[in-house]
């Protein structure tokens, strides 16, 4: 069974860039959440989808930030423009439909703006 | 609010020493509570989780974890490191929100040494 899987793996972008990063879940769970981790502080929640639908996106930072997740498949989320402290891990985790607690966590894509 | 500390920013234990991390958590229901690492450019793997039942739980690679509510605790132990037991440990708890997040520590490096 393939995990949850992330692309890019890396990102390097200028500021006032635009980037987006993809997800995809371990295929069948409805529960994808994204987190990130900058500078080396602690990993935050981003926001949970469960299918297509975001459930809680209270760790949404601001309006820069755009999560979608059409079809309730992968999800992508889209940093535009993109600033200096944007930079930092973003995790994707994704958890079967009645089992919130197991979370599977992806790779992280590793994001630079410079 | 809910909240996870790990004190020790960094530790380091000599190979086949035993091993003990940190994690306090501040939450008001009964938590769900995890222990991940984060090998060198790995994701996140779940070591461990407690949600209820037996406080001594067991997990991957040798480690185990102990729930302590009248502490407010959850510490990682090993009793005998290896040098691939080199890593970031984080410590989380799960909380409902009608959805559901993972609020992390701020994670331990361990540095094992010959």
């Known amino acids: 069974e393939a995990g949850v899987t992330q692309f890019p793996s890396h990102s390097v972008i200028e500021k006032g860039q635009t980037v987006t990063l993809r997800c995809d879940p371990i295929s069948g769970h409805d529960n994808l959440y994204w987190y990130r981790r900058v500078m080396g502080k602690e990993i935050k929640f981003l926001l949970h989808f469960v299918k297509e639908s975001k459930q809680d996106e209270s760790g949404m930072p601001n309006n820069r930030f755009l999560a979608e997740r059409t079809g309730g498949t992968y999800s992508t989320l889209k940093v535009q423009p993109a600033e200096l402290e944007d930079s930092g891990v973003y995790f994707c985790?994704?958890?079967?439909?009645?089992?919130?607690?197991?979370?599977?966590f992806g790779p992280g894509t590793r994001l630079t703006v410079l | 609010a809910q909240s996870v500390t790990q004190p020790d920013i960094h530790i380091t234990v000599s190979e086949g020493a035993s091993l003990e991390l940190r994690c306090n958590y501040s939450?008001?229901?009964?938590?769900?509570l995890f222990w991940y690492v984060q090998s060198p450019g790995q994701g996140l793997q779940l070591l461990l989780k407690y949600f209820s039942g037996d406080t001594l739980v067991q997990g991957i690679k040798g480690f185990e974890a102990e729930f302590k509510r009248s502490q407010s605790s959850f510490n990682l132990r090993k009793p005998s490191v290896h040098w691939s037991d080199a890593a970031e440990y984080f410590c989380?708890?799960?909380?409902?929100?009608?959805?559901?997040?993972?609020?992390f520590g701020a994670g331990t490096r361990l540095f094992v040494k010959a």
């Open positions: 989380a708890v799960g909380v409902n929100t009608g959805g559901f997040k993972t609020i």
């Open positions: 985790a994704s958890s079967p439909r009645d089992n919130y607690n197991e979370q599977f």
């Open positions: 939450y008001g229901a009964t938590p769900y």
